[in-house]
């Protein structure tokens, strides 16, 4: 074999980078590959966990940028060059995207290109070469499942979830509680060996609760987290620990350059269409800068409230149940005589049914009976029924039952449109931040009880809704 060869092959087997540039035209014969620095720094933290040095790795990244080529289709093939006794899980939310990456990593690994270069390490087993489950001669093997897909009695050295959320359900709490729920009782705990077993989730930002969110709050593990943002943003610079720093210094500047400049970008852009989408795929953070339906940053801030100078009060109630997890929230609204509204006070937590109204009785009293109470009342014979009891525990108070209609975003519009304008603001208190992160990330937020019980408060105090005119009590 010339000497020239020799050192290609040494060149791949070193840097995965290089592997990559070198296979290239085996998956990708009618493309040209093109190089860019994102690749480097995902193939640097691919390295780093391929020698331990990294155990927990989340990568997030925008669509079409090589992220499934790379983490689930050339490592596994570059870490068999040295390594092919390792056994790897693959997951996707779909069973067909898998597949399609595990068939692409057995077509490499199959090709005479690479064959000719390191078929003397390891061959195929023939006995064990399926579409989603092939093995090799040094017992190492790749297998393709699904989010909630069967693993039972299969474990791994490398655990990688790619893509686990779909887009179109991004926003179904059930299907994306689901989705966590697998990664934490069923693919999480697969590792053959807990002190050596690598876990890699490589996605687009979809949710605040998605699971880069969920294994960001709940891990005890360290957890590196490669954000990579379509468009450079300076506030949300990435730096990592094995000395990664985003090298991009102007403002919007695109990721990849030279297969996604300012044009090509733009257009994704506009094809996306929504703040939300854009947001979430492709700059890696659950909802628009400054919020998204609503203008956080119109906002402002009291110090006092001048009673002579209010019109109206109401404290609305959105009320959760803990066996959904859903917190409860009342919300202090004033309406002023130059027609601008104040937010008071907020008041939340989770709490099973009596504890709940207990506190929604100490808070009523505590608020006086010059302030109208309003409660949320969800559809169906358990929403009424939960509204009538509380009704019966304020008896004395001014009680207004809120038969909702529509969702949440639409109720909330009349008033994310005065914040809009500067005409809501917000008595300084220690409550005001995460009242205002809520209102930035909804409706992609964890939570939502801040939002739901402020709107409810002003379209009551608007006279919007079942709620009808002040001069009805019911």
């Known amino acids: 074999m010339p000497s020239a060869e020799i050192v290609k092959i040494a060149l791949a087997e070193a840097s995965l980078l290089e592997f990559i540039k070198q296979a290239w035209h085996i998956l990708e014969p009618t493309t040209v590959f093109q ?20 155990r927990n790795l989340i990568i997030n990244m925008p ?3 090589m992220k499934s080529l790379a983490v689930s289709v050339f490592w596994p093939c570059w870490v068999w060059i040295n390594d092919p006794s390792s056994r790897w899980l693959f997951s996707s939310y779909a069973q067909e995207l898998s597949t399609r990456d595990s068939l692409k990593c057995r077509r490499l690994i ?20 399926q579409k989603t489950r092939f093995e090799n001669d040094k017992t190492g093997y790749r297998l393709a499942t699904s989010v909630s897909g069967l693993v039972t009695g299969e474990g791994g050295d490398f655990i990688v979830c790619d893509d686990p959320h779909n887009v179109k359900q991004a926003e179904s709490e059930a299907v994306r509680k689901g ?16 002190k050596t077993v690598v876990k890699v989730v490589d996605m687009q930002r979809l949710h605040e609760a998605d699971l880069t969110g969920h294994w960001l709050e709940k891990s005890g593990e360290d957890v590196v987290h490669l954000i990579l943002p379509a468009r450079f943003e300076k506030e949300n610079k990435c730096i990592t620990v094995i000395g990664f720093e985003d090298p991009r210094t102007e403002e919007g500047e695109p990721l990849w350059k030279n297969l996604y400049d300012e044009e090509s970008l733009s257009t994704l852009e ?4 929504s703040e939300y989408a854009i947001a979430g795929q492709l700059q890696q953070r659950p909802s628009p800068r ?4 609503f203008a956080v940053e119109n906002f402002s801030f009291v110090d006092s409230i001048p009673p002579s100078e209010i019109i109206r009060t109401v404290r609305y109630w959105d009320k959760g149940g803990t066996e959904d997890g859903a917190f409860t929230g009342g919300c202090k609204m004033h309406k002023m005589k130059n027609n601008s509204f104040i937010v008071e006070h907020l008041v939340s937590g989770l709490w099973k049914a009596p504890k709940r109204e207990q506190m929604i009785k100490n808070v009523a009293l505590n608020d006086g009976r010059a302030t109208i109470v309003g409660i949320e009342q969800e559809p169906g014979s358990g929403g009424l029924e939960s509204a009538d009891n509380t009704v019966k525990n304020l008896a004395g108070f001014a009680v207004k039952k809120d038969k909702v209609t529509g969702d949440k975003v639409l109720r909330a519009e009349p008033y994310a449109t005065q914040i809009e304008i500067g005409n809501v603001y917000l008595l300084r208190g220690a409550w005001n931040t995460d009242f205002i992160k809520q209102h930035e990330l909804f409706p992609m937020g964890l939570r939502k009880d801040f939002v739901d019980c402020s709107s409810g408060a002003f379209n009551l105090l608007n006279g919007k809704g079942r709620a009808g005119t002040w001069g009805s009590r019911k």
Not at 180 to 188: K, N
Not at 290 to 293: S, V
Request: glycine share 12%; with cysteine.
């Open 35 to 54: 190089s860019g620095w994102h690749l480097e720094a995902i193939c640097d933290h691919l390295e780093a966990a391929t020698k331990r040095q990294i």
């Open 63 to 65: 669509p079409r940028h």
């Open 110 to 129: 199959s090709s005479e290109w690479y064959r000719k270069r390191w078929g003397h390490k390891f061959h195929l087993t023939g006995d064990q070469n």
């Open 179 to 194: 989705t966590l729920r697998w990664w934490d009782e069923s693919m999480s705990t697969r590792g053959n060996n807990p």
């Open 270 to 273: 506009k094809d996306l269409g």
């Open 290 to 293: 400054g919020g998204g339906l």
